[in-house]
């Protein structure tokens, strides 16, 4: 009885052991799993700001535009092709 008891025994912590590798192999996947997630949200952070700082640029120049502008206005042709004239 007693060989049949620790056979039992020797069973049952294989699969213990089993068990335990495996929770270990998808602790280890799931870590991979986070470090991947980590490294794809900064990168759509960098892009994100990559882009409100383009977005940021275009605006500088559209304004930077409009005021140039302002600063002429057209002259009507008297002969020839209208022309810009700088107000100041």
Same mark, same amino acid.
Not at 24 to 29: I, L, M, P, S, V
Not at 34 to 44: E, P
Not at 80 to 87: I, N
């Given at each position: 009885m007693?060989? %049949?008891?620790s056979a039992g025994w020797v069973v049952g912590g294989r699969e213990a052991v089993?068990?335990? &590798?495996q929770a &270990? /192999?998808?602790?280890?996947?799931g870590l991979v799993v986070? /470090?991947?997630? %980590? /490294?794809?949200?900064?990168?759509?952070q960098a892009s994100v700001e990559q882009v409100h700082a383009?977005? &940021? #640029?275009?605006?500088q120049a559209a304004a930077h535009q409009a005021q140039g502008a302002q600063a002429y206005e057209w002259i009507p042709a008297r002969a &020839?092709?209208?022309? #810009?004239?700088?107000?100041i």
């Open positions: 007693c060989g %049949a008891s089993a068990a335990i &590798g &270990g /192999r998808q602790a280890n996947e986070l /470090r991947d997630s %980590a /490294r794809l949200q900064q990168s759509v383009a977005i &940021g #640029l275009a605006t &020839g092709m209208p022309r #810009l004239r700088r107000v």
